[in-house]
């Protein structure tokens, strides 16, 4: 840890669904890792609340099996599970009944937040069970906070009922709306990029750049989640979380300081600005799809709607691309194309600016339009990092370009392999540092958003376009960005690059 970063104050996590995958597979782990690396102290607790048969000792069996696998890092796991473990309590109950509030009510004191690691339909219920029995209200110098996971709402109507709802019993100052990929090292980067960087921000703008892609691929398929996944699709499971999240990095103005206002300000402008289509335009700037049978890295993958808990007859999208437009000065005329797609050829979040080309070019055989565009790849995920494709003299006695692409990847100059990103988020939490969350006004202007495709899509009788399983997605998503002139960023798997 750094020197500079000082241990959260004395706090107990209290988490709703203890014995959950959330907890067992994220929270835990990061948990972990903050007990390794002194984000927190002795003085940190942790409190499951579930309607599992359990007990304390049950609780910290199931969260312990961290490091039955072994491999690099997991003595010094072991070591932070050690000095953590009898610091894990469980409460067993049903936290709809008010008998499990006042049980809780008797267990915590101090600075306490609350995670909702559970089912969506339970958030508006905890949080007005946590304030009508006094769980909420904070003392000088004693916080009091919940966490809350996506999905924030299943449509505009939805999400602006929550916020009311949970905004009737709590200010929103102690209101934490996660979305985890802000806590990746490389989103947190796309500002300091930008704004440390006057080569970047100075063509960072409709004069100098020509669109910009966001993508979200997975190689996994529905699975077992087949009753989550036909109720929910792709566009609301990722369009206006995860992928708006990194539109507004990408599109907001410079901050006035970096305070959580702020920057939090300045992202809501941004999906304020986000275009709200008419459901004719809404037609011909969205493409959905749906994948069948094929195989994923040398795998049979059944069709989508031959997964377990699928309507056969499903019309739920597991692709979804948009063409959406940012209405500022900044980005008059840039549009943004968005992808996110299950089964697909390889998994990679990345973001792609692919700058206009350059307005003339002399050298022979080479006119400006053969040279490729500059792009900046900022690569989320696998191999978090960045990469800038330029052009080059080729080698030898005549003057011929090449292309290179100039590479950073994380994992080759810091250590950040054990992370799983929620310790940065859950960090924030600790010390009330809103930067990195989604403030109601801006979960909101997200929907509305993507709300014409809602609407559009729930009223068409057609079919999402299908794809093959392994593929990169429907034909139509290509003419998407074709009738534009351009095309989608080749996405590499991991350890490789596309120049």
Known sequence: MSKSVKPAPPTTLVIFGAFGDLTRRLLMPALINMTRLGLVGNDFHVLGVGIDEGNDQSLRE???????????????????????????????????????YEQLKARVKGNVAFYFAVPAKFFGDIVEKLADHGLMAEAPHAFRRIAIEKPFGHDLASAQALNARILSKVGEAQVYRIDHFLGKETVQNIMTARFANMMIERVWNADCIAHVQITAAETVDVGTRGK??????????????????????????????????????????????VRVYSPGKAKRNGVRGQYT??????????????????????????????????????????????????????????????????????????????????????QIQPDEGLSMDINIKRPGLEVATAPIALDFRYADEFDIGHLTGYESLI????????????????????????????DLWAHDAGVPEPYEAGTLGPAAADALLAHDDHTWHELAPAGKTVP
């Open 228 to 273: 989550f996944y036909d109720g929910t699709g792709a566009l609301r499971d990722m369009v206006p979380n995860h992928l708006f999240q990194l539109l507004a990095m990408v599109a907001m103005e410079p901050p006035a300081s970096f305070d959580a206002e702020a920057i939090r300000n300045e992202k809501g402008k941004v999906l304020k600005a």
């Open 293 to 378: 049978a094929g195989k994923v890295k040398g795998a049979d993958v059944p069709a989508y709607t031959a997964s377990p808990d699928v309507a056969p007859d499903s019309r739920t999208e597991t692709y979804v691309a948009l063409k959406l437009m940012v209405d500022t000065w900044r980005w008059a005329g840039v549009p943004f194309y968005l992808r996110t797609g299950k089964a697909m050829t390889c998994r990679d979040t990345e973001i792609a600016i692919t700058f206009k080309p350059v307005p003339f070019a002399s050298f022979p055989g080479a006119a400006a339009d053969m040279l490729p565009p500059n792009r900046l790849i900022i």
């Open 427 to 454: 960090y924030d939490l600790f010390v009330g540092d809103q930067t990195l969350f989604q403030r109601a006004d801006a979960i909101e202007a997200g929907w509305a958003a993507v709300q014409p495709f809602l």
């Open 62 to 100: 199931a969260l312990g099996t961290f490091d039955a696998k072994g491999g690099e890092g997991a003595g010094e796991k072991g070591d932070a599970w050690a000095r953590l473990k009898d610091r894990v309590g469980y409460l067993q109950g049903d936290f709809t009944h008010d008998e499990v």
